[in-house]
């Protein structure tokens, strides 16, 4: 091998050891949240993604700006990937501005901004994520909380804002009031729309927990579908494809997340509308009674795939 090419391969060599070594180097790529995914939902609750609105069921995936809205009697959790869970409750408007997962030269970081504009959510954090890190702000109203906490409760309403410090600590801040803390659990704060009558460290009664969790927990038996349900309750079936997309468009407006399957009855193929993941047997008859008020053509039934 000539001079010319020794120094040609010593130099090829040098440039890969040295692109190596830059690659182990570098910061490792942010991973895209692994989570953000309903795993309950007690309907009505809808998904509103851009101009799209389509009935909630679990296994949905909640980007950023996507809104979660619920109507009288729904409930809804939200996975977020570091393992916490916002649990939302009837009559309310919650949006995603940003949900990401970052890392640094010190592990992963979850970065999120969430928003509820009316209503009331429960944010909590499993026993797992405790040790998980996270930079998390919940606007509730005219109330902007940064989460370090592991267990808060609150409501936006016309009449103002309720933040509840039930274990950890929240940073606050809110108009007339920046740069607050919260770092008492079992307090909470209240303050109107306009950022005045703002009352602080009122205690939390175990009364007060009860209830803020009923408002907020799915109440198991009453209809609620779950990631792990095994049940099926059957709608309608139809040999029109026509009448199963309508009532389809129907349930979807009331906030009912259906679909078509075909199924064959003595050789003939038949349009089967169905609601899957329903939790229980009794959950899968508490729907079929609410599903049956949206049209009298359907006679729901319960049951279980063999």
């Not at 306009?194 to 038996?221: I, S």
């Amino acid at each position: 091998m000539s001079k010319h090419h020794n120094i040609a391969l010593a130099a090829a060599i040098a440039c890969i050891l040295c692109t190596s070594t830059f690659a182990a180097d570098a910061p490792a790529p942010a991973n895209p949240p692994a989570g953000s995914v309903v795993s309950a939902v007690q309907s009505p609750a809808w998904l509103v993604h851009g101009n799209d609105v389509t009935p909630l069921k679990p296994g949905m995936t909640v980007a950023d700006g996507d809104k979660l809205r619920t109507a009288a009697g729904g409930r809804v959790y939200l996975q977020l990937p570091e393992h916490s869970t916002v649990k939302l409750g009837e009559n309310t408007e919650f949006m995603t501005p940003t949900m990401q997962m970052t890392k640094d030269d010190q592990g992963s970081l979850f970065k999120g901004v969430l928003h509820v504009l009316k209503g009331v959510f429960r944010f909590t954090t499993s026993l797992v994520g405790h040790s998980e890190r996270r930079q998390v702000d919940i606007q509730v109203g005219v109330a902007t909380i940064g989460v370090r906490g592991t267990d808060v409760w609150g409501r936006a309403g016309d009449d103002g804002s309720l933040v509840a410090l039930l274990e950890g600590k929240v940073s606050m801040d809110m108009p007339g009031h920046t740069g607050m803390m919260m770092e008492k659990p079992m307090h909470y704060m209240t303050m109107a729309t306009t950022g005045a009558d703002m009352k602080m460290d009122q205690d939390v009664t175990p009364d007060k927990v009860a209830d803020w969790a009923a408002q907020t927990d799915v109440a198991a038996g009453t209809g609620v579908m779950t990631d792990d349900g095994k049940w099926v309750v059957a709608l309608v079936s139809s040999t029109s494809d026509a009448d199963t997309a309508r009532l389809m468009k129907k349930l979807s407006a009331a906030g009912y997340p259906s679909e078509d399957i075909t199924v064959t009855i003595k050789g003939q193929e038949w349009h089967r509308l169905v609601i899957r993941q329903v939790a229980s047997l009794k959950d899968a008859k508490a729907l079929a009674d609410k599903v049956a008020k949206v049209s009298p053509l359907m006679s729901p039934w319960p049951y279980q795939p063999k």
